[in-house]
């Protein structure tokens, strides 16, 4: 299920809440649990057996892990590996399994046969590191022994950040799923943070993916420099609105529950460094890698090179985690490199560079990686690359071109301006200087509600571009 | 936030929640959309297979939108939000001048096979292939054969928007260059009917992609010409003109959601001798030119030959006139009722999913001997079928 479908909003959330607040508090958990097993498997139920092995899995082996890290920490260090090694190995079978057949097959003297039935389980690169950290938590002694089934099992699967993230730490919620409080004042925050998110993703989010696909068909036929740029423009501002999108109602969504999940994004295009750019950009997952991968390695004290080893180490790694594809793998080495020089020299220069062209030079890099990101296939990704400097086109713009472009202002605007912090300062201030702005904030909530109604109506499938990875 | 407001927002989510879920479950289900002029969805059945494979949430999805409370409403307001944004379009139906309608995006056919949804682009190959088969079939054919490829409203009714006619232009210029090439019969309409257009003639209608039956007649005279049978052309004027419909909202305007913009008229143009005829429908007679039970409807331009069937005759009892096979599309079937006045007519439907793309043996089996396309070029562009012409 997803949160932008009309099944979602108007018979599973309702029905949810209502038997949420109406059991007793030890029992919701219980229906936590119950009730986003089956948002998961609304969809694709066989995937529930391999979900529910997965967290039956770390759930077991946690015993081993807290058992021995006090008295024999090799053993507890061999059941933390044992149980890495088989969450990773469904990872890497369901997610990688036909890219490594394919790639291998290519050997000589190698052929494996390629599986087209299947399909990649959805948010099993969420769960499963959601899993690993907790796995390693206990190890570290980050947090307590979860001894109740039912609690680790709402950890995994709580449907607001099972399929896309934020990916949350263990040792973040482990109070809260002992013991939280569902105060108004988060409930309703939540529904605020939730309408937010609804609309960025509905609004904005799939109106620039349905200019972006435009663009990029017409590309195909007749390629022009402004319509290179504004495929991948309308791509980069898509993904933005679409996953922090979807991060907002995943935190919103939570506090209607009582949970307080991790930030996600923090206005990543108003970043003047790449190395801005990743503090503000998916913030979880990096979190993630640098917890556990980064530091783990040595992190930065073990002298420069070492430091680029691990963070090549880790670029790869996040590269691959994105999709099983080369493309990946290239745009983590992309952002590799880009963080290396900044770290070498770039970074000591762009200090003293005026600050409109550090927003320049990070926005062009950040564009270009979603060029990298966006085509799977490398012929046409490198064919709009070469348009994008004129290269191989029919002419800077064409007639089509503008055409689009000129109804698409007024929109591409308010996506830009959506962007930054300022519409969030500017209601601030305003509702600071008259007390009467913030009752405008229900009526913009419903008013938000309608809009994506109609649009979720309209369309009545609106798949997330992020559930694939 | 003060508390008061907390309580509002949360009322009102839960108000706008429950109320839509409500709305749902105790409205009865809808059998037919006259809007989108399909039948709604009903609740599916269930059953374990269709429930492991995921097929049953599908279902479930899909019924729950088609029955959702309001359907109608929203996807009108969600049509003038988009005007609002300043788009100009919504569902790739552009707004135009005065309320005409134009369909500006499609779903592209490429030459390798592929189909790429939403876009006002064409593939040049999938044109040429269209054009060789038209080609094909006028080189396997030894009786008169005309080709009438009908224009978008997007070519037609340019003038009403600043969509740019560069590549209807374009398109229009290598389909006539291809024709010609292959020595073809081809009947230009849209130089004719953009002009027409321009001068204030009524020659398509606003929101629905066909052109009227002014238009039709229009489209009549040339091919008549086409047949060097100009001298049998029937005037104007010898028409009694009979307004049938006021309220006529088409297919544009349904794609569109723009529930703002004024209906059709629609007309029929009576010589008086239409009970002489005798029209079936896939081996089904029909009550003559004209269904017009379907004027009671949404879906009016059915009217004319009863809407969609795979073949349509006409003939004149005890007279032997000569036959004309049209391989056709819907644009055919206001055209008909004229045509009918001087030939025994077989209408054969290009678009159907038997296969009427062999041409020389149809015009055999049916006796032909004359022979027309009529098809829409937005076909052309989303379709093989005139590829597959032979």
């Given amino acids: 299920m997803v949160f932008s479908s009309l099944i979602f909003l108007f018979a599973y959330l309702p029905l949810t809440l209502l038997i949420y607040y109406l059991v007793p508090r030890p029992f919701r958990n219980l229906v936590l649990f119950i009730t986003s097993l089956f948002f998961y498997g609304w969809g694709e139920p066989v995937y529930i057996l391999l979900m529910v092995l997965s967290i039956t899995t770390a759930y077991a082996f946690g015993f081993l892990i807290g058992r021995y890290r006090e008295s024999a920490p090799r053993k507890a260090r061999a059941a933390m590996i044992a149980s890495l090694i088989v969450n990773l190995a469904f990872l890497l079978f369901f997610k990688y399994y036909n890219f490594i057949a394919q790639n291998l097959s290519l050997l000589p003297f190698l052929t494996l046969p390629v599986l087209p039935e299947l399909k990649l389980p959805i948010g099993i690169s969420f769960y499963t590191f959601q899993i690993m950290s907790y796995t390693m938590d206990l190890y570290r002694g980050d947090c307590r022994l979860q001894k109740n089934y039912i609690s680790f099992g709402t950890y995994v699967t709580l449907f607001p950040q099972l399929i896309a993230g934020p990916i949350v730490r263990y040792r973040d919620v482990d109070e809260q799923l002992q013991a939280r409080r569902e105060t108004l004042a988060d409930v309703s925050s939540g529904i605020e943070r939730f309408c937010v998110g609804l609309a960025k993703k509905i609004l904005v989010g799939d109106m620039m993916a349905s200019c972006h696909r435009y663009f990029q068909t017409l590309g195909e036929q007749s390629p022009t420099t402004l319509g290179a740029w504004l495929t991948v423009i309308f791509y980069t501002l898509h993904l933005y609105y679409d996953f922090s999108g979807y991060s907002d109602m995943a935190i919103g969504l939570g506090r209607m529950f009582g949970f307080q999940f991790p930030e996600n994004f923090n206005y990543p295009y108003i970043s003047k460094s790449i190395t801005e750019y990743w503090r503000r950009w998916h913030i979880s997952l990096s979190t993630w890698f640098r917890e556990y991968v980064y530091i783990p390695l040595g992190g930065n004290r073990h002298g420069k090179w070492k430091q680029y080893r691990n963070l090549a180490v880790v670029w790869l790694l996040t590269g691959f985690w994105h999709g099983a594809n080369w493309n990946f793998v290239l745009w983590g080495v992309y952002f590799c490199i880009l963080l290396i020089l900044e770290k070498a020299f770039l970074l000591r220069w762009l200090e003293k560079a005026p600050r409109f062209l550090r927003h320049v030079y990070t926005m062009f890099f950040v564009v270009i990686s979603f060029l990298i990101f966006s085509f799977v296939d490398a012929d046409a990704g490198w064919q709009c690359f070469a348009a994008m400097f004129g290269f191989g086109t029919v002419g800077i713009t064409s007639a089509v071109v503008n055409y689009q472009l000129l109804g698409w202002i007024p929109m591409l605007a308010l996506a830009c301006i959506g962007a930054t912090p300022w519409p969030k300062r500017v209601f601030l201030a305003l509702s600071e200087r008259w007390r009467g702005v913030r009752y405008l904030v229900p009526a913009l909530c419903l008013l938000a509600l309608l809009l994506c109604t109609a649009y979720m109506v309209d369309s009545t499938f609106s798949p997330f571009a992020y559930t694939q990875f | ?390």
Avoid at chain 2, 46 to 62: H, M, Q, V
Avoid at chain 2, 139 to 160: K, M, Q, W, Y
């Fill in chain 2, 1 to 390: 936030m003060g508390r008061k407001t907390q309580i509002v927002t949360v009322a009102l989510f839960v108000i706008f929640l429950f109320g839509f879920a409500l709305g749902f479950l105790l409205l009865p289900d809808q059998g037919f959309s006259q809007q989108e002029n399909r039948s709604l969805r009903t609740l599916p059945k269930f059953t374990w297979e269709k429930l492991s494979t995921g097929r049953y949430a599908e279902e479930i999805n899909d019924y729950f939108a088609d029955q959702f409370p309001l359907r109608d409403w929203l996807v009108g307001m969600k049509g003038c939000t988009e005007i609002a944004l300043g788009k100009g379009e919504n569902n790739g139906v552009i707004l135009g001048e005065d309320g005409q309608l134009l369909t500006r995006l499609y779903d592209m056919l490429v030459s390798d096979g592929s189909v790429r949804s939403e876009s006002d682009a064409y593939d040049p190959a999938t044109v040429d292939a269209g054009v060789q088969g038209i080609v094909r079939a006028d080189a396997a054919l030894e009786i008169p054969f005309a080709v009438l490829l009908t224009g978008r409203t997007l070519d037609v009714a340019a003038a009403s928007s600043r969509y740019p006619v560069a590549e209807s232009d374009a398109l229009l210029a290598q389909v006539r260059e291809g024709l010609a090439a292959g020595d073809v019969n081809y009947v230009e309409t849209v130089p004719m009917f953009r002009q027409k257009y321009e001068d204030g003639e009524y020659v398509y209608y606003k929101t629905d992609h066909h052109w009227t039956t002014l238009g039709a007649y229009y489209a009549y005279v040339e091919v008549m010409w086409a047949y060097g049978m100009e001298e049998q052309i029937l005037p104007m004027d010898a028409f009694e003109r009979q307004t049938v419909a006021t309220d006529f909202y088409g297919t544009a305007w349904s794609a569109g959601g723009m529930k703002f913009v004024s209906p059709d008229t629609m007309e029929l143009w009576l010589l008086g001798n239409e009970d002489s005829f005798t029209v079936t429908a896939d081996g089904v007679a029909l009550e003559g030119f004209y269904s017009t039970s379907y004027l009671a409807t949404k879906d009016k331009f059915s009217t004319f030959l009863d809407g969609t069937h795979d073949v349509v005759t006409v003939e004149r009892a005890g007279e032997d006139r000569p036959t004309l096979v049209i391989f056709k599309d819907s644009f055919a079937n206001n055209l008909a009722p004229f045509l009918a006045q001087h030939f025994d007519l077989v209408l054969l439907n290009l678009s159907s999913r038997r296969d009427y793309t062999n041409v020389s043996a149809l015009c055999e089996e049916y006796e032909a001997d004359y022979a027309l396309i009529v098809y829409t070029l937005e076909n052309m562009l989303t379709a093989d079928r005139l590829a597959k012409l032979r």
